[in-house]
C-alpha cells in the first residue's frame, strides 16, 4: 500500500462548477500537508500547505484536513480553464527542508469553457 | 532570479548509453533535491542535499545512479548505463532553510524528459 492515494482523475467540469479532490494517507506522523499545482510540462508549483487539522483559505481555494480519517481534500470554486493542470497533493512529518515529502500520484483535472 | 534550471530538456538515448541531467538550483538556496516522474509511481524522491553534502541517497534505485554537487550552483545526476525503464521525467528542486514553512518552499525546475531506446 502506498503512504499517500490520490485518485489519477482524469477529472473533466463545466467552467464554473465546484471542484473536489481528494487523497488519503497511512502514515500518522505527517503533519503537513500540502497541493501543488503542475501545468502541462512544467514543474510542480506549490499552491496551499496546511499544518495539522482544520481548513484553509487562500481566493478560490480551500484545503481540508481531516486527520482522524486520514484524508485531505482540495476544493476549488468558480473553476477556470485555466485551472486546467495536474493537481498533487504532498506530507510531510515536518516542515523542515531536511524533511522527506510524499507526493500523491496526481490527478488530471480539465476545466471545459 | 531565473529559478532552477535544467538541462537537457529532452533526452533520447539507447539503452546502455551514459546519461548525465545537469541543475542549477535558485542562488542562496541550501537544499537541492533530485525526483523523478512517471505515470506508474508518480513523483519520487530520489536523493537531496544540503551545502553540496548529499544528505539521503535512500530512493536511488541502484548503482546505475548517481549524483554529484561540486558546489553551491551546480548539480548533476548520471545514469550509467540507461535502460527502458529508466525512461521518466527528472526533476530537480532546490529550497532554502528557516523556521516558517514557506521559508522552506520546494522550488521545481522545468524538468528532463529522458527516453531510454
Known amino acids: 500500500q502506498k503512504e499517500v492515494e490520490q485518485d489519477p482523475g482524469p477529472l473533466s467540469v463545466p467552467e464554473g462548477a465546484i471542484v473536489s479532490l481528494n487523497c488519503t494517507y497511512s502514515n500518522s506522523a505527517f503533519q503537513y500537508f500540502m497541493w501543488y499545482r503542475q501545468y502541462s510540462r512544467k514543474g510542480p508549483e506549490l499552491l496551499m500547505y496546511?499544518?495539522?487539522?482544520g481548513n484553509k483559505e487562500d481566493g478560490r481555494f480551500t484545503a481540508q484536513v481531516d486527520k482522524s480519517s486520514k484524508y485531505i481534500s482540495l476544493f476549488i470554486r468558480d473553476s477556470q480553464p485555466s485551472d486546467s493542470a495536474t493537481y498533487l497533493c504532498a506530507m510531510s512529518a515536518r516542515i523542515s527542508s531536511a524533511s522527506k515529502i510524499i507526493f500523491g500520484s496526481g490527478t488530471r483535472l480539465s476545466i471545459r469553457p | 532570479d531565473a529559478g532552477v534550471i535544467q538541462s537537457p530538456r529532452h533526452e533520447v538515448t539507447e539503452m546502455g548509453q551514459e546519461v548525465t541531467l545537469r541543475c542549477k538550483p535558485i542562488s542562496g538556496h541550501d537544499y537541492l533535491f533530485w525526483y523523478r516522474q512517471t505515470m506508474m509511481r508518480g513523483l519520487e524522491l530520489l536523493i537531496y542535499f544540503n551545502n553540496n553534502v548529499p544528505i539521503d541517497d535512500s530512493g536511488m534505485p541502484e548503482d546505475r545512479f548517481s549524483a554529484k554537487m561540486p558546489n553551491a550552483s551546480f548539480s548533476t545526476l548520471k545514469i550509467q548505463p540507461s535502460e527502458p525503464r529508466d525512461s521518466a521525467v527528472y526533476f530537480c528542486a532546490s529550497s532554502s532553510v528557516g523556521t516558517e514553512p514557506l521559508d522552506n518552499e520546494q522550488f521545481f525546475g522545468p524538468g528532463t524528459r529522458l527516453t531510454v531506446l
Open positions: 496546511t499544518y495539522s487539522s
